[in-house]
């Protein structure tokens, strides 16, 4: 009688068979884009980071445009307001230097949503945050960054997103430009409120210091003292690290200025236009821990000399036409991803640096042909 069913039934087992491979392949196919989230899906290996291609097979899009981005949902406006539990924050805690591959840090927070939103449960978020992370080839740092920058952010009661903006080969690395480019992608995403532009190397260490920004023209530094400057900071108009601006703040001055490629001095820019515009610098209160920052070690890119030409050139006049407002970018790829958005870009230096006076230019072509460096 069985051998009857089996012999009966063979063809029907095969196809049976079939249904079921195809349903596990259907399934896998299903978790792994539900982990990734992207839109289209033509492999690239070439010129990608090694952040993506470490933890995962980077599958990338050809034809970006921004309308293939998700648009985060809304909050349901019924909800109360959230608050923060100050007891449940744990004041000043020393970083962990502990470098974990991207998979077991996802798994670390289950309960984030696509694209690296974290949402607090129950109550209608003040605020809703991108923070927007500069990056080229600093993966340990990245991943120290979210493992320790995460549960502080969860114990505020935060709703933030985290970008990361990666600058990609063929340029010098330009840290306004990307912090420049996080603003502009994010807004296309998602009605944010606050945009907190933080360092990959730069992590605060005290949860007491809210991320959130100031109200009219206070933009806020979150920073009062960094561990290697026997936390100071090395000179009072000093922005660097983590600051943040509300939309109508950065839109205000233009955001960054997109000029400084190579190291330094975009920070003091920003400094002179927040300034020009009559804005303050707002900090946490000064004797305390809570302003304080760890910075993650890393050999020093050498110091553009010409950085100073631009600076000095900087008026209203030619930061209002040299910032957002100018920006010249490719988006190569974007990746919603767990703990954060992915956002790869690649900049035509040359092309950004004619809007610059032909004086300074030329110092930056004796500077690169001094130090061949790309
Ligand atoms: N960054 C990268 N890759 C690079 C260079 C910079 O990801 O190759 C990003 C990263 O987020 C980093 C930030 O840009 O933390 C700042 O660059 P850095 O860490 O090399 O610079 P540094 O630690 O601090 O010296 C920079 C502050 C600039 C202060 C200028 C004040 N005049
Ligand atoms: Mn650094």
Request: charged share 25%; proline share 3%.
């Amino acid at each position: 009688m069985f051998r009857y069913i089996l012999k009966r039934s063979s063809p029907f087992r095969g196809a049976g068979l079939i249904l079921v491979t195809f349903g596990i392949v259907l399934i896998v196919k299903g978790l792994y884009y539900s982990n990734t989230h992207m839109r289209s899906y033509d492999v690239v290996q070439k010129n990608v980071s090694n952040l993506l291609l470490g933890d995962i097979n980077i599958r990338a899009q050809t034809n970006y445009t921004s309308s293939t981005t998700i648009r985060q949902e809304r909050h349901d406006p019924i909800l109360p307001v959230c608050e923060i539990d100050h007891k449940a924050l744990k004041g000043r805690e020393q970083i962990t230097l502990t470098s974990q591959s991207l998979i077991s840090l996802e798994s670390m927070f289950p309960e984030s949503h696509v694209g690296g939103r974290f949402q607090p449960k129950g109550c209608k978020p003040k605020s809703r945050i991108a923070i927007i992370i500069p990056f080229r080839d600093r993966e340990i740092h990245l991943k120290i960054y979210l493992s320790n920058v995460i549960p502080k952010l969860r114990r505020q009661n935060a709703d933030f997103t985290i970008y990361v903006v990666e600058q990609a080969p063929g340029s010098h690395f330009n840290r306004g430009m990307m912090r420049n480019v996080g603003f502009v992608e994010a807004s296309k995403i998602a009605d944010y409120d606050c945009f907190i532009f933080n360092d990959v190397d730069s992590i605060f260490e005290d949860d007491r210091n809210i991320f959130r920004c100031g109200r009219d023209n206070s933009v806020r530094h979150l920073v009062t003292g960094v561990d290697v400057f026997d936390y100071k900071l090395k000179y009072s108009i000093l922005v660097g690290g983590i600051i943040a601006f509300t939309p109508a703040q950065f839109r205000k001055v233009n955001g960054y200025s997109n000029f400084y490629f190579d190291w330094g001095a975009e920070d003091d820019d920003i400094y002179y236009r927040t300034e020009r515009e009559n804005m303050v610098i707002e900090r946490p209160e000064k004797n305390s821990t809570i302003g304080f920052m760890s910075t993650l070690k890393h050999t020093r890119d050498p110091e553009a000399q010409y950085r100073f030409n631009i600076l000095h050139s900087r008026t209203n006049e030619t930061s209002h036409n040299d910032g957002v407002n100018s920006l010249k970018y490719t988006v190569k790829m974007v990746s919603h991803k767990k703990l954060f958005t992915w956002i790869y870009v690649s900049v035509d230096e040359d092309e950004v640096l004619k809007g610059l006076d032909i004086r300074i230019r030329r110092k930056i072509a004796a500077y690169r042909a001094k130090t061949k460096k790309t």
